[in-house]
């Protein structure tokens, strides 16, 4: 029985059958763990998107309609699928500004810094929205808040 014994184990620590399956239930909870990081990731970048398309509806019904709160409200609101909610949007006085996109004035009779042009009307449109997580991710809170802003000068 002993040389029996002795003559299987060389045979056993050089049989490679099943290797795959040992390895496969290795990698898995690895694999699984970059899905679903993938998919939350997918999900949280398309959220910020649509947040963001939100916003730049109210901001286009601004351009072609002039400055109206409750139809740049629905525009934003209505614009996706995704629930978002419409911040108050606003309507400031402003110079373009190559750096910071707009400097806000206090008013329409002052000339820009460029000593030129006077300043326009804008509309500063808000969009937000709450992303959740499939799982719960260190450095993440739940929900996510995501946010766009879009600024548009009106006639």
């Given at each position: 029985?002993?040389?029996?014994?002795?003559?299987?184990?060389?045979?056993?620590?050089?049989?490679?059958?099943?290797?795959?399956?040992?390895?496969?239930?290795?990698?898995?909870?690895?694999?699984?763990?970059?899905?679903?990081?993938?998919?939350?990731?997918?999900?949280?970048?398309?959220?910020?998107?649509?947040?963001?398309?939100?916003?730049?509806?109210?901001?286009?019904?601004?351009?072609?309609?002039?400055?109206?709160?409750?139809?740049?409200?629905?525009?934003?609101?209505?614009?996706?699928?995704?629930?978002?909610?419409?911040?108050?949007?606003?309507?400031?006085?402003?110079?373009?500004?190559?750096?910071t996109?707009v400097?806000?004035?206090?008013?329409?009779?002052?000339?820009?810094?460029?000593?030129?042009?006077?300043?326009?009307?804008?509309?500063?449109?808000?969009?937000?929205?709450?992303?959740?997580?499939?799982?719960?991710?260190?450095?993440?809170?739940?929900?996510?808040?995501?946010?766009?802003e879009?600024?548009?000068?009106?006639?």
């Amino acid at each position: 029985m002993a040389m029996k014994t002795s003559l299987m184990m060389p045979r056993l620590l050089h049989d490679e059958a099943g290797a795959s399956a040992a390895e496969f239930v290795l990698i898995l909870p690895l694999m699984t763990l970059l899905l679903f990081g993938a998919v939350d990731v997918g999900g949280l970048a398309w959220s910020q998107m649509q947040v963001g398309a939100a916003a730049r509806a109210g901001a286009t019904y601004a351009l072609t309609n002039g400055f109206d709160v409750d139809g740049i409200t629905d525009a934003v609101t209505n614009a996706v699928g995704l629930t978002v909610t419409a911040e108050a949007p606003e309507e400031r006085f402003g110079c373009p500004d190559a750096a910071t996109g707009v400097t806000e004035m206090d008013d329409d009779t002052t000339p820009c810094p460029d000593g030129v042009t006077m300043p326009g009307n804008y509309a500063i449109v808000s969009a937000s929205a709450n992303y959740s997580p499939i799982f719960g991710w260190p450095g993440l809170t739940d929900p996510v808040p995501l946010s766009s802003e879009t600024k548009v000068r009106i006639p």
